[in-house]
């Protein structure tokens, strides 16, 4: 059976680089999941479990939104996370925002009767983070290189994020960690539930990102996960 694959994203952000249409025309994060969707559709081992571009929801009411939204989750089996740079809307909570909600159910073991009658509990869902590229075509304002220890590491602006996005990073019961020079804190090996890939990389290699987060999710007992909004 193919992957079942749960895209959340915030559509509307257009601060994202230009990849479809002439120079002048808008593109939002809508236009990456278009993209991915194309793949996950040509390819036998996953099923999209999102909505497609036309499909209108907005004259539906929250509430049947939320319980559309829950039965794709539900029957997903890896979330994708597509990180944009005004995906969080700061003058707002988290609890009021869609995206940290479909996080948590994707993160709960959701408990429902099938067709039978027989109750059938839905495990925790594989999780994986991708970083789209803003107008500029950096990754920056999120995740960049710097000089630390003697490898150099990558840093992940992490206050940027949903508060359950950034608890489900450096999550790991007992990470294999060193301390700088310059007072950074370098993890090494597998040190985040949900991992964070730029665009460029994971679409270059969508299998073996895909690959990982179910790896992770095999071992899901080495990490704190964090489910509430």
Not at 64 to 81: A, G, H, P
Not at 116 to 133: E, F, H, Q, R, Y
Not at 200 to 227: C, G, H, M, P, R
Request: charge should be negative.
């Amino acid at each position: 059976m193919g992957h079942k694959i749960f895209i959340s994203y915030k559509y509307a952000d257009s601060d994202v680089n230009h990849i479809v249409g002439e120079w002048y025309e808008t593109n939002t994060v809508r236009n990456y999941v278009d993209k991915l969707e194309e793949y996950l559709k040509d390819s036998s081992e996953h099923i999209y479990k999102g909505e497609s571009d036309g499909e209108d929801l907005s004259k539906l009411s929250e509430d049947t939104i939320w319980s559309k939204l829950k039965d794709r989750i539900y029957d997903s089996t890896l979330t994708i996370v597509m990180i944009s740079k005004n995906m969080k809307e700061l003058w707002r909570e988290d609890k009021d925002q869609w995206i940290p909600w479909e996080i948590s159910y994707s993160l709960k073991e959701i408990s429902r009767k099938d067709s039978s009658g027989t109750l059938v509990t839905s495990k925790t869902n594989a999780m994986l983070a991708i970083v789209i590229p803003d107008k500029e075509n950096s990754y920056s304002y999120y995740t960049y290189e710097k000089n630390c220890c003697d490898s150099g590491c990558r840093v992940l602006l992490r206050d940027k994020l949903f508060n359950i996005l950034k608890k489900n990073m450096f999550n790991i019961k007992n990470p294999n960690t060193n301390d700088c020079s310059d007072g950074s804190t370098v993890y090494y090996g597998d040190s985040s539930y949900i991992i964070s890939v730029k665009w460029d990389d994971f679409i270059n290699s969508v299998d073996t990102y895909i690959d990982k987060a179910y790896e992770l999710q095999k071992n899901i007992d080495n990490y704190d996960i964090y489910k509430e909004v």
